[in-house]
């Protein structure tokens, strides 16, 4: 890597929590016919969205080559016996130099500064004070980072869905969490009732 990742506060675009037609906390599945190679049978959890836009992270593209360790040490963040080997993923194409940490958190509680919460037991965390805890063994019981992230403008991840580019679902703990990513993409879809070899069949048809 040519520098060390970045992190910094990422602020929802209206401050608000999931509402009618709101997709924060629901699963974007790519459908066969996905023209972006960078999103091919990718599986997002959207993060945050309103009238402003959209922003997610790809759950099913880990970055093997990159070690936590040795990400913490070029963040300057020491580390002991204890620290936490989480796994490191691609999280999209938007500034890929910039670290979130998706993670478990409590249903009750207050969110400190630079954490979003997702779901009621989910939130993001931008910040480094959750990497400090992890590098000694704290911070929380499932954790993964992410670099970049995927975005829309506003209507843009709309009129995606409309052009038959993604299908959405519930997320759950073992798609999101589970290092076991050849697969994902179609657990991902059977978790939605939907057989994944009858859709790519159905894909190209005329």
Request: charged content about 25%; overall charge negative.
């Amino acid at each position: 890597m040519s520098s060390s990742p970045e992190f910094s506060d990422f602020h929802d675009p209206d401050g608000q929590g999931p509402a009618d037609g709101n997709l924060t906390g629901k699963l974007l599945i790519a459908m066969p016919g996905m023209t972006d190679a960078r999103f091919r049978r990718s599986v997002i959890l959207i993060c945050s969205h309103s009238d402003e836009g959209a922003m997610g992270l790809v759950l099913n593209r880990p970055l093997p080559e990159i070690d936590f360790g040795d990400l913490l040490e070029q963040l300057g963040i020491e580390t002991d016996n204890r620290v936490r080997r989480i796994e490191v993923r691609f999280g999209g194409p938007v500034e890929p130099g910039r670290g979130f940490v998706l993670h478990k958190v409590p249903e009750h509680g207050n969110d400190p500064e630079g954490r979003l919460r997702i779901g009621s037991a989910l939130a993001m965390t931008t910040t480094r004070d959750i990497l400090e805890d992890l590098a000694h063994g704290a911070g929380p019981d499932a954790a993964v980072l992410a670099l970049g992230y995927a975005g829309w403008g506003p209507g843009q991840l709309e009129n995606e869905m409309l052009q038959n580019g993604w299908l959405t679902g519930e997320g759950a703990d073992e798609i999101i969490f589970d290092a076991s990513h050849d697969d994902k993409w179609q657990r991902a879809l059977l978790a939605q009732g939907i057989d994944p070899s009858v859709l790519s069949g159905a894909a190209g048809r005329a």
